[in-house]
Nanobody
Framework: VELVESGGGLVQPGGSLRLSCAFS????????MNWVRQAPGKRRELVAV???????TYADFVEGRFTISRDNAKNTVYLQMNSLKPEDTAVYYC????????WGQGTQVTVSS
């Protein structure tokens, strides 16, 4: 399994970004997929989870601003992030499996004016 994230960048507070994670390998539809983030000097945080059969879970700090989704036909998982705050600045990682068995290389998200 290989995971490749894209879509990060610099955005002003209140702005939006859409992260994508391309999954290479077999049985994407069988995997729980996750987004995890890590800010400098801070511990990794689970941001959002989407299970293979669809249900989603979000961290409390998301507060309805982010949406995780998946396209099983394209082997891709997305994270739509709206109303971004400076404290959302972090490297965002895509992981596969309920135990985070596989990790992507990460994509930097910077929220700053």
């Amino acid at each position: 399994v290989e995971l490749v994230e894209s879509g990060g960048g610099l955005v002003q507070p209140g702005g939006s970004l859409r992260l994508s994670c391309a999954f290479s390998g077999s049985l994407f539809s069988a995997y729980t997929m996750n987004w995890v983030r890590q800010a400098p000097g801070k511990r990794r945080e689970l941001v959002a989870v989407i299970r293979n059969y669809g249900p989603t879970t979000y961290a409390d700090f998301v507060e309805g601003r982010f949406t995780i989704s998946r396209d099983n036909a394209k082997n891709t998982v997305y994270l739509q992030m709206n109303s971004l705050k400076p404290e959302d600045t972090a490297v965002y990682y895509c992981t596969a499996g309920s135990s985070h068995d596989y990790w992507g290389q990460g994509t930097q998200v910077t929220v700053s004016s």
